[in-house]
């Protein structure tokens, strides 16, 4: 453990000032002040350290001011992995116990899990007033979106998630050419991926026991409880699977959604409708259209519509988008995954991951693009955590982000069915069914304080 410890572990108040944030109550401001000593360290728990996990634990350890403290999977392989490469970690299978035994010897937690996981683990760090470094989508319910973010703002804890492109140059440089009206007002984000994290099929049946070396009963967590099938959950496939994962859109829409929700300051959409197959109750659609309507804000027109295409209707035709007319956009191909924002005087294609590009070629060829670079974004949490700057994702930013996109995973439920949306009370104003969707029902034992 860290001999000389004393980091600040919360935003300061010119923070909430920049962010536009209500400014907390004085006896919620940062409790510590001044900078942390240089010798000091963050004492981490990373909770899920096999895939994104693992990269999560690289990138967070990388830091020079980080001593890894703890480690926590179901999976005792990819717990022994990492173990070996963090010897002095304790470790642990159940992310409860972590926080029973651990609370006080850890300062930040990284939380990697499958998403039906991310807001029962992330909850309790918070609770136990840690910052939380969250894998993205920031939770699998709306209402989970919510809380977090409320919990966090409430106790002024540090938080960011897991979207790393958000960080880099070529998203920061798109934000500012929006924002500095590179190309007029925009009516409509066209965004796509051709992954398909659906799955058109029945519930998996080819029950067997779960390995020996997984805590099957812990990986399914707040769930309700069923039988092991091989590589039909564990790991990764979880997320084509209504109960634990949030689909093409959940996954990747987070990313892609990402900058357009930034640069265009949207805020919570009027509506969503999907256009898929009827529901299976098992799997998100192998292929999805997914259309929302946001109030216009001072970057946009005065609504701006947002289109999703995914799996097989991905990318979209260049034919098929409502471009306007006479403009020569030569002969654009799509990249496989990005954005096209169209505006009143020009569109931006943003390939993920890659540099904007400004269509028509000819209007923008003496464009200069702002020169901005990236940044780190595990160690800007760390970094915040330390009482240094800020993260550019924490949860009041990830939570209403999250909160727009899992309305359409909602709708996905209701194909064709506008879902009219009331973003204050939360909630579908039409169509009543679709609220028992927006919050879950946790198994006895897994319910957590606040959600
Ligand atoms: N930001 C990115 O670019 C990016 C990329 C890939 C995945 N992700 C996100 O990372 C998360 C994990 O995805 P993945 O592809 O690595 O999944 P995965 O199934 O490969 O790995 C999840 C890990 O968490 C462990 N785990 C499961 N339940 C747990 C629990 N209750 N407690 C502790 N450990 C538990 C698993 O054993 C495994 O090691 C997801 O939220 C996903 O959306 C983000």
Not at 27 to 55: C, E, F, W, Y
Not at 174 to 196: C, F, L
Not at 341 to 351: A, E, H, I, N
Request: glycine fraction near 8%; proline fraction near 7%.
């Amino acid at each position: 453990m860290s001999q000389s410890h004393s980091p600040r572990f919360r935003p300061s108040r010119r923070h909430f000032l920049q962010i536009g944030l209500a400014v907390p109550a004085a006896g919620m401001l940062p409790r510590a002040a001044g900078a942390a000593a240089p010798n000091s360290k963050l004492r981490t728990a990373h909770i899920g350290v096999g895939g994104m996990g693992r990269a999560d634990l690289n990138a967070i350890s990388s830091h020079s001011h980080v001593e890894v403290a703890a480690l926590c999977d179901v999976d005792a392989q990819r717990l022994e992995q990492a173990h070996a490469q963090h010897p002095n970690a304790k470790v642990f299978r159940d992310y409860r116990e972590l926080f029973e035994k651990m609370s006080g010897a850890v300062d930040g937690v990284v939380v990697s899990t499958p998403d039906h996981t991310h807001a029962p683990a992330a909850m309790m760090a918070l609770q136990h007033d840690k910052p939380v470094y969250c894998q993205k989508p920031l939770t699998h319910a709306v209402h989970e979106a919510r809380r977090l973010r409320e919990v966090a703002l409430a106790k002024n804890l540090v938080t960011q998630m897991g979207i790393q492109v958000h960080s880099s140059a070529p998203y920061r440089r798109a934000v500012v050419m929006i924002q500095e009206g590179a190309i007029g007002p925009v009516s409509h984000v066209y965004a796509w991926s051709n992954k398909n994290w659906g799955y058109d099929g029945d519930a998996p049946t080819n029950v067997q026991p779960a390995p020996e070396t997984l805590a099957w009963d812990l990986w399914l967590g707040t769930a309700a409880k069923r039988d092991y099938v091989p590589s039909a959950y564990h790991p990764g496939s979880w997320r084509k699977l209504i109960d634990f994962g949030t689909g093409t859109l959940g996954d990747m829409g987070v990313h892609i959604f990402d900058t357009p929700y930034a640069a265009l300051a949207l805020t919570a959409p009027n509506w969503a409708m999907t256009t898929c197959r009827p529901p299976t109750h098992v799997g998100h659609p192998e292929r999805n259209v997914v259309q929302y309507e946001f109030p216009g804000t001072k970057y946009t027109t005065d609504k701006m519509i947002w289109t999703w295409y995914d799996g097989s209707f991905a990318p979209p035709k260049v034919s098929d988008l409502d471009l306007p007319s006479g403009w020569d956009l030569g002969s654009l191909q799509l990249p496989g995954q990005g954005a096209l924002f169209v505006g009143q005087t020009g569109v931006m294609l943003l390939p993920h991951v890659g540099e904007p590009v400004l269509l028509p070629e000819k209007t923008f060829a003496e464009t200069k693009r702002p020169d901005i670079g990236g940044g780190n974004h595990y160690h800007q949490w760390v970094d915040a955590c330390m009482g240094e700057g800020t993260t550019s994702a924490g949860f009041d930013y990830a939570g209403p982000l999250t909160e727009s996109l899992l309305l359409g995973v909602v709708a996905n439920r209701f194909p064709d069915t506008k879902l009219m949306w009331d973003a204050v009370e939360l909630r579908v104003t039409n169509l009543e069914a679709a609220n028992q969707l927006l919050k879950k029902e946790y198994r006895d034992g897994f319910v957590v304080r606040g959600l």
